[in-house]
């Protein structure tokens, strides 16, 4: 059996375990957490091992909470991202205090990771089709290299009714590769087939592909990553204490160098998420639904 492995990146969460951290939300009805669900789903696509992002200080509460209850399932381990951990030769900026990113939080898997993985948020729902789709493209390109995947939500599945979300916006080519990504902020939906970018007053299809920074890679990726990570932060102005070594930026900078081809799966499962404290009700609501509909037992059983 082909060993495929899913990264969580759950380094967000914050030191203290308790009332309002969103990864740690009951959403389920019984008290799941969306991350359950992910897991759920992946072991179910056939992922058979774990890797969870966090910090060092939240490690024995984590693995309380969570680790210890997936480790009766499938192989885990654990990859600890850290503001101090730069490239030797960096200097962590005097008044940093913002994570360096989703790059770097993969980054922290380095020397766990020797065969094809996803890369997931700890706080996003994704559905069961990316997850299938992601598992069955990574075993059939488990040989290649710079052959990448990434599940496109249908835009108009992925917003929020409280607010503006951030999103990739995806183009691709006839044969479903991507051309191009931009990373576009504060969507909202303006009528029934359009969207609008309230930063930039860019008009954005409802029906356009949209990453929500689920991947799909070989380990090769994690070379890419190691030899970007140290010019990423060199090149950064000394009063840049804010800016983030993104997988979405990354991603686009090697379709644009023709340095990796990277197919877009198109999915028509629904996202959910906390973004905003009023998208909780909402939340809860759609994983009763599916539970209601037989897609999800209750309890889980993770």
């Known amino acids: 059996?082909?060993?495929?492995?899913?990264?969580?990146?759950?380094?967000?969460?914050?030191?203290?375990?308790?009332?309002?951290?969103?990864?740690?939300?009951?959403?389920?009805?019984?008290?799941?957490?969306?991350?359950?669900?992910?897991?759920?789903?992946?072991?179910?696509?056939?992922?058979?091992?774990?890797?969870?992002?966090?910090?060092?200080?939240?490690?024995?509460?984590?693995?309380?909470?969570?680790?210890?209850?997936?480790?009766?399932?499938?192989?885990i381990e654990y990859a600890f991202q850290e503001l101090s951990d730069l490239p030797k030769g960096c200097k962590l900026p005097k008044d940093r205090v913002k994570p360096w990113g989703t790059g770097q939080a993969v980054l922290a898997c380095k020397g766990l990771i020797h065969e094809p993985f996803a890369i997931i948020n700890a706080d996003d729902y994704y559905g069961k089709e990316a997850f299938v789709k992601v598992h069955d493209f990574l075993v059939a390109h488990a040989d290649s290299q710079y052959e990448y995947c990434m599940p496109g939500f249908v835009l108009k599945n992925t917003l929020s009714e409280q607010g503006g979300v951030s999103r990739g916006i995806c183009s691709v080519d006839t044969d479903n590769h991507l051309t191009k990504i931009v990373e576009t902020h504060n969507i909202v939906k303006r009528d029934p087939l359009m969207a609008i970018s309230e930063d930039s007053g860019a008009e954005i299809p409802l029906t356009s592909l949209a990453s929500m920074n689920m991947w799909g890679v070989t380990p090769e990726y994690l070379d890419i990553l190691t030899e970007g990570f140290p010019k990423f932060v060199k090149s950064l102005a000394k009063d840049d204490i804010k800016s983030e070594y993104l997988l979405p930026t990354i991603m686009g900078e090697l379709v644009d160098g023709g340095?990796?081809?990277?197919?877009?799966?198109?999915?028509?499962?629904?996202?959910?998420?906390?973004?905003?404290?009023?998208?909780?009700?909402?939340?809860?609501?759609?994983?009763?639904?599916?539970?209601?509909?037989?897609?999800y037992p209750s309890p889980l059983n993770n």
Not at 28 to 43: C, M, N, Q, W
Not at 50 to 67: A, N, Q, S, T
Not at 266 to 283: C, E, L, M, S
Request: charged share 30%; with cysteine.
């Open 1 to 75: 059996m082909q060993k495929t492995t899913l990264v969580i990146m759950a380094a967000g969460i914050g030191s203290r375990f308790g009332e309002g951290i969103k990864q740690l939300t009951s959403v389920g009805p019984s008290g799941e957490i969306i991350v359950d669900y992910s897991i759920h789903d992946a072991l179910e696509a056939g992922f058979n091992k774990i890797i969870f992002v966090i910090r060092k200080d939240i490690h024995k509460d984590f693995d309380e909470i969570i680790g210890h209850r997936i480790a009766k399932k499938c192989e």
């Open 259 to 295: 340095k990796a081809k990277i197919s877009v799966l198109p999915t028509h499962d629904k996202w959910f998420g906390i973004t905003y404290a009023a998208d909780k009700q909402k939340v809860i609501d759609e994983f009763q639904k599916l539970v209601d509909d037989g897609i």
